[in-house]
């Protein structure tokens, strides 16, 4: 079993959705909880991230961590054609003096006008 | 901030062959990392760099492949004797070692490597 389990999807909708990604994991250490967004043939690049279960919001994007669960997702409001990328979730502990990441799989999504 | 850059951006490589990747960080970021990212996976973990140390190494690296960061600042991935199992986007990223944690790391565009 995977530490980071995320559905590959693909996800598709139509502009304006409201659109819900999530990532289970197995390891309670992890500390930090990340989404990286990463379009075709690109980096990935960080959009959020937060450290303690709850809500943390940022414009359209709001993440949602439940340690409880070990399950965190991420909304996105009003969604545009130009989120349409691959959403990565990453763990990290602190592991070796530096924090080390694991991702899930990435979710492919598509917004469609 | 120029961002991390990575050359080549597109490498293809007949089986057997030696090839070699280079990643130049964000200026003063002093660790550096290097992930391998296979179709429709995340990335995966390869190797660390403090400044010119490497500290960590996954299972993933295998004999054939080496990393260097001379004077710890650009660093080289040199894979040897390639197989077709090695075609992937092999990208680096790079952090201060020196903010808050987490302790971003910002990735570079990736090498996307072929070997036929």
């Known amino acids: 079993q995977k530490e980071v389990e995320q559905d590959p999807g693909p996800l598709s909708v139509p502009e304006g959705a409201i659109v819900s990604l999530n990532c289970t994991y197995s390891n309670s250490a992890f500390q930090y909880f990340m989404w990286y967004r990463q379009y075709s043939r690109k980096g990935p690049e960080l959009l959020m991230y937060t450290y303690s279960s709850g809500n943390k919001e940022d414009g359209r994007f709001t993440a949602q961590v439940d340690k409880s669960s070990k399950y965190i997702s991420l909304f996105i409001r009003d969604s545009q054609p130009s989120d349409s990328a691959t959403y990565l979730c990453?763990?990290?502990?602190?592991?070796?003096?530096?924090?080390?990441?694991?991702f899930g799989a990435g979710t492919r999504l598509a917004v469609h006008p | 901030d120029t961002g991390v850059s990575q050359d080549p951006r597109h490498k293809i490589t007949k089986r057997g062959q030696n090839v070699t990747f280079r990643c130049d960080p964000i200026s003063e970021h002093n660790r550096l990392y290097w992930y391998r990212q296979t179709l429709g996976q995340g990335p995966e973990f390869l190797t660390y760099f403090q400044n010119e140390a490497q500290l960590e190494k996954s299972r993933l690296l295998s004999d054939r492949f080496s990393a260097e960061r001379p004077k710890g600042s650009f660093s080289t991935l040199e894979i040897q004797r390639t197989e077709q199992g090695d075609s992937a986007m092999y990208l680096c990223?790079?952090?201060?070692?020196?903010?808050?944690?987490?302790?971003?790391?910002?990735f570079g565009p990736g090498t996307r490597l072929t070997v036929l």
């Open positions: 990453a763990m990290s502990v602190f592991s070796g003096g530096y924090n080390k990441l694991i």
């Open positions: 990223a790079s952090s201060s070692g020196t903010g808050s944690p987490p302790d971003t790391q910002y």
